[in-house]
């Protein structure tokens, strides 16, 4: 252990590491801050730029992004009352208020204070829990990690909002586009129509480029072209973050250890994710302190606990069970890939020190958006200010050369551009686009898994019930595909005892 962490020390603490940490905090900050541009826009356009840096780095560079963007969103969602990301969006209804009412640097300062609160929290518990989880999950044979696999897909299709029929469907086409390439077992084509660069199958990085970026710069370009007067709005640079005081600290502190704890429980749930952390802790804010709403430190405090904690729990399930729970941990386990890194129970016995290395970066990284969000305010207030249009153009231009640049061929920036279609008509047509992505980087792993234990049972399906934990994967499957029926039921029993 202590041998494991010096060398994890080592590897995290080197010049390469922390100028990539602070670029990927400082682009997630930035990309979160202006409305419209998500972290998961800075995640995808980052991505192909990995490939000639070490494994640590490139996966530093993106928890940078991530841990950044979860708190950058807070600055136009204070100044604006626009949230720059949707886990920002409960920060607003406070945060905007106290804006106006001439105390923006105090949000700001307490949206600062409280998302590295959360974030610092949630990593510590994810070095607690991690390696346990890791320890069981090794138990595991075929049966049971396909029943997880599958209970991790259901979770995602069963909390999608909106119609579970539409997330179920896209789950389906991400589970189908895997079947694309040689065979694995038999060494046959399939479904490539004797194209040969479809033999390599259809890769995680054009389909996630596609996905997270088209739709965006799509949208951005149809709305320029409709309102060709369109002006960006001009924001004030003079303000000045301001951390709580001592007494507003003591009063925050029960709250931020809550909040850390519920968003780190969510974030390590599939399908949880940032959004539904900030306004659960919103929630919970404004039962505390019915004042919520009229401009309360509370309101900024709790969902920017929550939503940056969300950051630990997610790297909870990722790196044990290799199940990334929201789209930011999808790409983020399409980096691991890349580099020959498969997360899972295996890793932490196969590369213990990488990974004591990368929960070092996270503890730095959450030191560093303290510091440069602080510090570094009137330069991100003045973000805002520029023309998202002129960086959209910017970024379509960088996404094909990274679809490219992954296999050198013309053939992924051609996927990449169906894809991108086949994303922008999913949402507009309220169809959710993360269960795709999530069929695709697990459909690998279901196959490998489903067809392991059938060639074991010799076939039979009865294999997948001899073990408790695969049955308990499968009820809580069910329980999650089931849960819109089952939901009106309760809420129906439930009213009727009242």
Known sequence: MLEQLGQALTIAITAENFFFMAIGTVLGIVFAAIPGLTFSTALILFLPMTFGITPIAAISVMLGIFCGGMTGGSISAVLLGIPGTPSAAATVIDGFVLAKNGQGGKALGTAVYASVFGGIVSVLIMICVAPLIAKVALTFGPAELFMLVLFGLSTVVGLSEGNMLKALIACLMGLLFTTVGMDPVVGLQRFTFHFAPLMSGIGIMPVMIGAFAFPEIINTFLEYKKDKGYKEKNIESSVK??????????????????????????????????????????????????????????????????????????????????????SAAAIILGVFLIHGVVPGPMLFQDNGPMIYALFISMLIINVMVLVFQFFGMKLFVKVLNLPKINLLAVILSVTVVGAYATHVSFTDITIMFLIGLLAWFMKRHQFPVIPLILGLVLGGEIERNLRIALLLSGGSLNFFLHSVVSVLFLALSLLMLLSPILKPQIARLFGGKK
């Open 241 to 326: 973050a301001a951390f709580p005081d001592n007494k507003e600290k003591k009063r925050l502190l029960p709250l931020n250890i809550e909040a850390s704890l519920m968003g780190t429980v969510i974030g390590a749930i599939p399908g949880g994710g940032g959004p539904v952390a900030a306004f659960l802790g919103y929630s919970l804010a404004k039962s505390k302190n019915p004042r919520c709403g009229s401009g309360e430190l509370e309101g900024v405090a709790w969902p920017e606990t929550a939503n940056n904690a969300v950051t630990g729990g997610a790297m909870i399930t990722l790196l044990t069970l290799g199940i990334p729970a929201d």
